[in-house]
């Protein structure tokens, strides 16, 4: 400090000589004043991204000869040195910077200026709320000339003036002064503090924070399950066999199997602790995975949670209490409603606060406050396999896909808990109380709400079905929505850190899986119950057991397991189809999840009468429980973080697809060594021509019957078109490739079903296959002259965004024809004015969505610059409504959007009956 710093006897010397002293001339005064105070000031120039928010500046105060008060800034460089030869405000060393005050000719005085022998000196955050732009601490002064005190607050010079809307010289922010009452006080020769003091120094406390902006983040509400139903292909009679694959079989929760179930939702603030690596937390692009679970030890996470638990009730204060009605039932798919809300953020870095890692590195406490908006943006509701992220174990339609029907399946991963009243005694330690006033107890039950063991014939269910109840049943039950990740929905958003936008993965490790957001409490009375009818003939029963609980994301979640052979007089059909006839092996069958390989099939009076081969490839081929992954695992939390974001050509990510195995042959289904083949491909739009990238092939050890393994390769993207565009690649997956199984449902056979009323030998195709599949992928091309920085841009819907494949296969936009209850393919392509490797999400609605539009689903699209491919996404709907209706696609647009408005296309479809023999 003094070697930038010194004293001399007639003046202040400076190193560079910005502040000399125009009066060294004169002796100071005796004795010289000088106070320090740290704080975080910025660097100007410095784009925020790149500013080390951790690294502490020093503000100073020295008396002058005229009894006026000089206060400056000093920085220290990386090494600790303060340089001696820079310019005023350079980065690289230290620097200096005194605060003037405006000169009067006339009294030949400074105005206002800080004035008194006697002065005390603090820095830190003195303005209230800011935007996340304005991190910089204020320096503060209090002085005692002798007749007043006087208090000055100081606003730093601005870190980076052409994007800063608080650009502005340093200058006195505000100043207060007041005369002395008491005559006694002063000559007393104290000083006036303004910052509390820590002898032991072992306080913690919060540096300035980074806050992030989380829009549109889905709080799914609750999640039911189609029940296990069975549809196949017969290579005899080649045609599809409908078992129990009807509309009639459904589910929906009732009280008392009349009312529709309800609850009520009140949304809540809160905080999470953790550690991290990173000294910087101010970094942009490391805010966007959350860093690894509460580990910090007993002092750290108990003074932060005592210091949350004072102002908790002012961070929850203007959250309302609403109520919510589950009314929606399983035809046809699963169903899944979801909230849709956004979040702040404010990450705060913990000074005072260090460990090690296991390797000796340093680990930096922060703190995190989560704070949802207090205003519902949307309701989603509908069918899950028309929301992106929806990714479950089980394949519709085919009950060998679905979880065993064992202990295992009654401890979900996903398992919550909930709260019931109770009463207080010795013998229930459990039971907690949860409030002074008024006086409540409550108990934590970590088990599901309801489930039960039923049969699939009409003998078995009888109509409605009531459950076996846990603990608690008939009384208020209180559950949490948290931001951990749910099993079968994988959560990945936008957020907005500063002027940065990067990508946000909820898993059931990171440090924000525990964090509260809401608190939801059921207002039934009366006991759970299923609603189903019965689905099939008794000789071909099956059985399946039902599991109701909470799941830790606080979504209330129904799910099913099968016993294929549970019951006593359909066993025989089951091992037939599927199993080991008469003693006879079986085969294996290693396949992958196709959800959409069969259609429904409608009568004349538009009743469901079965199910047919789809023929689109686009959905029969369609993988679903494939994922794109961090190429590495992660060290902290484990396991392996989605992409969040795009993947950009020539960088590694993993590809990960679910592998099951569809056979009850306990003698021969058994695969000791399966080859999954991996390769993608891309149609190159300059020349039209077709672009194949081999990935590799890799192997998957003992897989058993009804058990699924994860088939995982790394991939890196080769760049096709022009730089920063988006291509759309088809990354196929091929099990078996050298077809080297004798398999139910083998790559080999043959084709058999005609999907026109003739069809040549090439147009035949094979509706039982389950080996081959794809996921349309888009990929983000680099940018000349360095690595894709995210900004503001406007993303947008032209007016052929949505179209559509008629009846006849072509796309059109404007107005098409739909036949009823056949699925329509819809086409969006969503365009921006600038590259970026972030998705946004475009709902799709029947009917304007500003005047009760309904909507049919949502996907998670890449807005891609002229000329791109890869930004179009595929949906489909399944008109159930004749006559004219119009199709409203709405992209969300981020708050920064440059020219919002720009983001709704329509489509006007006429709803007719299909012709007679159709397929």
């Known amino acids: 400090m003094f070697d930038a710093l010194r004293f001399y006897a007639k003046g202040i010397y400076h190193p ?39 690294k502490q500046q020093l503000a100073f105060a020295y008396s002058r000869f005229d009894s006026r008060v000089e206060v400056g800034r000093i920085e220290f460089s990386g090494s600790g040195y303060m340089g001696r030869e820079t310019e005023l405000l350079t980065t690289g060393y230290y620097q200096a910077q005194s605060y003037s005050f405006p000169y009067s000719p006339t009294t030949k005085q400074y105005d206002i200026a800080p004035r008194g022998e006697r002065f005390w000196l603090a820095a830190g955050g003195f303005r209230g709320a800011r935007t996340s732009y304005d991190f910089q601490w204020d320096i503060a002064l209090t002085t005692w000339t002798g007749q007043e005190y006087a208090l000055f607050v100081f606003k730093p010079f601005a870190w980076w003036r052409d994007y800063s809307p608080y650009w502005e010289t340093p200058s006195l922010a505000k100043n207060w002064s007041v005369a002395a009452q008491d005559e006694t006080t002063s000559s007393s020769p104290s000083r006036s503090p303004v910052i509390a003091s820590d002898p032991d120094g072992d306080t913690l406390y919060l540096g300035p924070p980074v806050k992030l902006l989380m829009e549109k983040v889905k709080n799914y509400k609750y999640i039911l399950q189609e029940p296990p139903k069975h549809a196949y292909w017969d290579k005899t009679e080649n045609q599809v066999e409908t078992i129990s694959r009807w509309d009639d079989f459904y589910v929906e929760l009732k009280e008392g199997g009349t009312a529709d179930f309800s609850s009520s939702t009140k949304k809540s603030s809160d905080y999470s602790v953790g550690v991290t690596g990173e000294l910087s937390i101010g970094v942009a692009m490391k805010f966007g995975r959350p860093l690894r679970k509460k580990e910090a030890g007993v002092d750290f996470s108990g003074t932060i949670g005592y210091d949350w638990s004072g102002h908790e009730e002012t961070y929850n204060q203007g959250y309302t209490e609403y109520g919510w009605d589950f009314s929606r039932a399983t035809k046809r798919d699963d169903v899944i409603v979801a909230e849709v809300y956004s979040y702040e953020v404010w990450r705060y870095p913990v000074y005072g606060y260090q460990e090690l890692d296991a390797d ?76 002074d006033d008024p006086v409540e107890y409550q108990k934590e039950i970590h088990q599901a709400m309801a489930w039960g063991i039923l049969g699939s014939d009409s003998t078995a269910i009888g109509g409605k079905i009531e459950l076996e109840e846990s603990e608690g049943s008939g009384v208020e039950q209180t559950y949490s929505e948290t931001l951990s990740g749910n099993a079968d929905v994988k959560g990945y958003y936008s957020g907005k850190v500063l002027n940065a ?21 059921t207002t039934t009375s009366r006991s759970l119950f299923l609603t189903a009818d019965a689905p099939n003939q008794t000789q071909e029963a099956y059985m399946y057991a039902p599991l109701l609980y909470v799941t830790q994301d606080g979504a209330l979640k129904l799910t099913f397991a099968v016993n294929a052979l549970g019951s006593a007089v359909g066993k025989d059909f ?59 695992e992660d060290p902290d939390v484990g396991g392996y973080p989605i992409l969040t974001h795009a993947p950009v050509a020539g960088q590694e990510a993993r590809l990960q697809v679910r592998v099951n195995n569809y056979s009850l042959s306990v003698l021969n289904g058994f695969v000791p060594d399966l080859k999954v083949r991996f390769y993608a491909t891309a149609i190159d739009p300059i020349d039209r021509h077709e672009i194949t990238q081999e ?87 680099p940018v000349i002259g360095g690595p894709i920085v995210d900004q503001p841009r406007d993303i947008q819907l032209k007016g052929d965004a949505l179209m559509a494949l008629n009846p006849r296969g072509k796309l059109v936009g404007g107005t098409t024809q739909a036949y009823f209850g056949k699925r329509l393919p819809i086409r969006i392509q969503a365009l921006s004015d600038k590259t970026g490797i972030h998705y946004s999400e475009v709902l799709l609605y029947d009917g304007d969505p500003a005047n009760g539009g309904v909507l049919i689903g949502s996907r998670r699209v890449l807005p891609g610059i002229l000329r791109s491919t890869g930004n179009v996404v595929w949906m489909f709907w399944i008109p159930e409504k004749l006559g004219p209706h119009t199709l409203y696609a709405v992209l969300d647009e981020p708050g920064d959007d440059l020219q919002p408005g720009n983001n709704i296309a329509r489509l006007k479809v006429v709803v007719i009956k299909p012709p007679k023999g159709s397929r």
């Open 695 to 781: 990935i590799g092939t890799v192997r998957l050890e003992n897989l058993n019957i009804l058990e699924p393994q994860i088939a995982s390769i790394k991939w890196t993207p080769q760049a096709v078109g022009l730089p920063g565009a988006t291509q759309t690649w088809r990354v196929h997956v091929q099990l078996d490739p050298e077809n080297g199984i004798d398999e139910i449902y083998d790559s080999d056979d043959p084709a058999t079903y005609c999907p026109h009323e003739t069809c040549t030998e090439d147009e035949l195709i094979d509706p039982g296959q389950n080996n081959y599949g794809f996921r349309e992928v888009g990929v983000v091309n």
């Open 501 to 521: 936008t990067v990508g946000i993965g909820f898993d059931g490790n990171s440090s924000w899986s525990e964090a509260s957001t809401a608190e939801n409490t």
């Open 574 to 632: 089951w091992i037939r189809l599927y199993g080991d006839k008469y003693g006879e092996p079986g085969r294996a069958d290693p396949a992958l999840n196709l959800p959409y390989r069969f259609k429904a099939t409608f009568s004349t009076n538009q009743v469901q009468n079965g199910w047919e081969p789809e023929t689109d490839d686009i959905f029969r081929y369609h993988i679903r429980g494939f994922f794109i992954t961090e190429p590495e």
């Open 16 to 54: 560079a000589g910005q502040f000399m002293d125009e009066h060294s001339d004169v002796d100071l005064p005796s004795p010289i004043r000088l106070q320090i105070a740290a704080g975080v000031f910025g660097d100007e120039g410095i784009p925020l991204e790149y500013q080390n928010l951790a």
């Open 360 to 435: 000796g590195n340093p680990m930096y406490g922060f703190l995190d406050i989560f704070k949802p908006s207090t205003v519902k943006t949307r309701t989603e509701s509908g069918a899950a396999s028309s929301f992106d992220g929806w990714e479950p174990v089980w394949e519709n339609g085919n009950i060998l896909s679905y979880p065993q029907d064992n202990a295992q399946f009654y401890d979900p991963s996903d398992l919550g808990s909930f709260w019931i009243p109770c009463v207080p005694s010795e013998s229930d330690l459990a039971c907690k109380q949860v409030n």
